[in-house]
């Protein structure tokens, strides 16, 4: 596989998942999703499930499913209202999809329904000095995870089976923004210990630094920052370094997750707060 054909593939896929996760209000068809992918049916089915792991119709319920335990647990409607929203239409039907996709009733969610785990405190954590692989991306913040998508096919393609992509972002907007506004960031991975060179790629070192780690669910809101930041001042004693560029990890590695199952790691450059003598 070329990295031109891996790279559409990828496109093709984050596509759709983006659609459906940000989409499941609306009636979504199999013949849908192929348009915006611009593929038959069939062949975003084989395409989607190599690289997901369930088909696209799969991963629509699923998240339907998902949202409807959340609504249940929540107190947000009667389990009729919840039912149809997930796009069944008697409660017989969207009790039996329940129960095959939880192993129990929708009436017994607050029984049974795992409570969900709780994000980690901010917490210290110094990153070694380290050689990555590395590609620049400028241009709007809409597109730029498509710079990732060239660096891991050609890691890819030169024989690199496991890899954690990591974003140093942009200094002066480093949580994006408007959709259009202009980025720029560089995606790395890091070579741990590789030494061979990878085609297109540029091999960097990122230095050691110390950084306070902020745990999110779905990707970072730029909103609570300021309020993090007071966090890190008041709990861990530092505040950040206006020098160096904060770093974002996605924790769900496979870059083929729905928008709402995502999780994040920004790793914000900070040094110890000086204290008056």
Not at 53 to 80: F, K, N, V, Y
Not at 164 to 193: K, M, T, Y
């Amino acid at each position: 596989m070329t990295v031109e054909l891996f790279s559409l593939q990828s496109r093709r896929v984050r596509s759709v998942i983006e659609h459906v996760g940000t989409h499941l209000d609306e009636d979504i068809s199999l013949a849908r999703l192929a348009d915006l992918a611009c593929l038959s049916p069939s062949q975003l089915e084989r395409l989607y499930r190599s690289k997901v792991g369930e088909t696209p119709l799969a991963t629509l319920r699923r998240l339907r499913l998902a949202r409807a335990m959340e609504q249940i647990r929540s107190g947000h409607g009667d389990l009729q209202d919840i039912g149809l929203a997930a796009g069944y239409g008697s409660g017989a039907a969207f009790t039996h999809a329940f129960v095959r996709q939880f192993g129990f009733a929708p009436s017994q969610v607050l029984v049974h329904a795992p409570v969900a785990t709780p994000l980690p405190a901010l917490y210290l954590e110094r990153l070694p000095e380290r050689p990555a692989y590395a590609m620049n991306y400028q241009g709007c913040v809409r597109e730029q995870h498509t710079a990732a998508v060239p660096l891991v096919g050609n890691l890819a393609i030169a024989g690199v089976r496991r890899w954690r992509n990591w974003i140093a972002l942009d200094r002066d907007c480093p949580l994006g923004g408007a959709p259009e506004r202009i980025v720029s960031v560089q995606h790395f991975v890091p070579a741990l210990g590789l030494t061979q060179p990878v085609a297109q790629i540029d091999r960097i070192v990122q230095e050691e630094a110390l950084y306070a780690v902020w745990h999110t669910l779905r990707f970072p809101r730029a909103a609570l920052l300021p309020g993090v930041l007071e966090e890190v001042r008041a709990t861990l004693g530092c505040v950040l370094r206006g020098d160096a560029r904060m770093l974002l990890r996605e924790i769900t590695v496979s870059g083929y997750t729905a928008p709402q199952e995502r999780r994040f790691a920004v790793y914000l450059p900070v040094e110890p707060l000086k204290r008056r003598s």
